[in-house]
Antibody
């Protein structure tokens, strides 16, 4: 059974970098597209981007200048970095798997708050 | 970006009755090369991640009860719950995976009347 688990700091200061890791178990990361999606409190879902196991990335143009997604196949995990954060980046961040059809497995999510 | 617009924003339905949620995309989600609509439906309950219900507009995910069904093609899609149960109270999202960036509808909150 595929499981994804987000980890990382839950509080980030404005202008700093948000860094999260998603550990994948029950499946090899060496296939599929590994995705980050976020959801501000009480709001809808925003797709951030994804990484293929080869390291190829695709980002949402609205965040592209601030986002880096990377993959470490040896550790079976992938990561998100979002720099220059503001309060508008406060959200539940989900890691997920997409593979030729829509996202079918999600992590439980991690709430990241941007505040001084 | 493909804009996904759901209607209504909220819906109250009696137990055992039918619930219908609509989703309209700003561009066609049909790939003519494989005749598939790149449209999915998710259910999200409080404190949980979204759960995939329907993909390719009408294919039910494994384990999803058959009271959930999806229909539509091109730019207009519908999620139908044939006989509402208490555990169906949730927010429902449509989602297009046709183009980058992937986008979601704003969500429809389904409650019991």
């Amino acid at each position: 059974q595929v499981q994804l688990q987000e980890s990382g700091p839950r509080l980030v200061k404005p202008s700093e970098t948000l860094s999260l890791t998603c550990t994948v178990s029950g499946a090899s990361i060496s296939s599929y597209y590994w995705t980050w999606i976020r959801q501000p409190p009480g709001k809808g879902l925003q797709w951030i981007g994804y990484v293929f196991y080869s390291g190829s990335t695709t980002y949402n143009p609205s965040l592209k200048s601030r986002v880096t997604i990377s993959v470490d196949t040896s550790k079976n995990h992938f990561s998100l970095k979002l720099n220059s954060v503001t309060a508008a980046d406060t959200a539940m961040y989900y890691c997920a798997r997409e593979g030729g059809s829509p996202v079918d497995h999600w992590g439980q999510g991690i709430l990241v708050t941007v505040s001084s | 970006d493909i804009v996904m617009t759901q209607s209504p924003d909220s819906l109250a339905v009696s137990l055992g009755e039918r619930a219908t949620i609509n989703c309209k995309s700003s561009q066609s989600l049909l790939f003519r090369s494989n005749n598939k609509n790149y449209l999915a439906w998710y259910q999200q309950k409080p404190g949980q991640p979204p759960k995939l219900l329907i993909y390719w507009a009408s294919t039910r995910e494994s384990g999803v009860p058959d009271r959930f069904s999806g229909s539509g093609s091109g730019t207009d899609f519908t999620l139908t719950i044939s006989s509402l149960r208490a555990e169906d109270v949730a927010v429902y999202y449509c989602h297009q995976y046709h183009s980058i960036p992937r986008t979601f509808g704003q969500g429809t909150r389904l409650e019991i009347k």
